[in-house]
């Protein structure tokens, strides 16, 4: 059994939704935060917070947006077969050269879909600045195993944290297996931690140099110092 949302053309209606929403919504920033890519995402998500539970409507039986900002999630609901959804937003100023955003944890993610319910959802909102109004370009609504490893990458953060490559290319593939996508993402960490280790190893080495040069190094107090300067 799969999401309907997402194994159906819901999660394209809910795309719409969100844009039409964000860009109907009016001037909702300063001269000051509009100059933030961090503020305007901030108002973004405020806003979404708000009004994403009403986007939803009868597919949901259970709406939440009061997540510490450190939380997997910025949103989370639960539909009406049971499947539960964390939703990570994400903005994208589309005239900036380069973006590479973190979406999760490689450890935390392992965990979450050990239940086949769970669903992690990225929900990119791509946008311009005109003066002090947001125009929304396009928005994406997907699993996380929606994104195609080509425009994935892992950031050396704790265990690994899968990051976006390039917010400008972003590559989507409909109704994958997610099983196919973990056992990529499997062969992806099985590549990176060797390499890790490697560059480990070569710091470990630099330190043992570090160490040595110190170590010859006479021994001096600031007085002595000051008497001979």
């Known amino acids: 059994m799969v999401s309907q949302i997402f194994f159906s053309d819901h999660h394209k209606k809910l795309e719409g939704q969100v844009k039409d929403l964000l860009n109907s919504h009016g001037e909702f920033l300063s001269k000051e935060t509009a100059r933030s890519p961090?503020?305007?995402?901030?108002?973004?998500?405020?806003?979404?917070?708000?009004?994403?539970?009403?986007?939803?409507?009868?597919?949901?039986?259970?709406?939440?947006?009061?997540?510490?900002?450190?939380?997997?999630?910025?949103?989370?609901?639960?539909?009406?077969?049971?499947?539960?959804?964390?939703?990570?937003?994400?903005?994208?100023?589309?005239?900036?050269?380069?973006?590479?955003?973190?979406?999760?944890?490689?450890?935390?993610?392992?965990?979450?879909?050990?239940?086949?319910?769970?669903?992690?959802?990225?929900?990119?909102?791509?946008?311009?600045?005109?003066?002090?109004?947001?125009?929304?370009?396009?928005?994406?609504?997907?699993?996380?195993?929606?994104?195609?490893?080509?425009?994935?990458?892992?950031?050396?953060?704790?265990?690994?944290?899968?990051?976006?490559?390039?917010?400008?290319k972003v590559l989507v593939d409909e109704h994958p297996s997610r099983r196919r996508w973990m056992l990529e993402l499997c062969d992806v960490m099985l590549d990176f931690y060797p390499k890790e280790i490697l560059k480990v190893n070569s710091r470990i080495e630099r330190f043992e140099e570090v160490r040595q040069y110190w170590l010859k190094k006479a021994e001096s107090s600031p007085e002595a110092e000051r008497l001979a300067a």
């Open 38 to 168: 961090r503020a305007v995402g901030d108002a973004i998500e405020e806003i979404l917070r708000e009004r994403f539970g009403e986007l939803l409507g009868d597919v949901s039986v259970e709406y939440s947006a009061d997540f510490a900002r450190r939380a997997m999630a910025d949103l989370a609901f639960t539909d009406t077969e049971g499947f539960y959804y964390v939703v990570d937003v994400k903005t994208h100023r589309t005239d900036t050269k380069f973006n590479m955003p973190n979406l999760t944890s490689v450890e935390r993610l392992t965990r979450f879909y050990e239940d086949d319910k769970n669903y992690f959802v990225i929900l990119m909102v791509s946008y311009k600045i005109a003066q002090k109004s947001v125009a929304v370009s396009g928005v994406r609504f997907v699993p996380i195993e929606f994104l195609r490893w080509d425009c994935l990458t892992i950031g050396a953060l704790g265990w690994g944290q899968i990051q976006i490559a390039n917010s400008n």
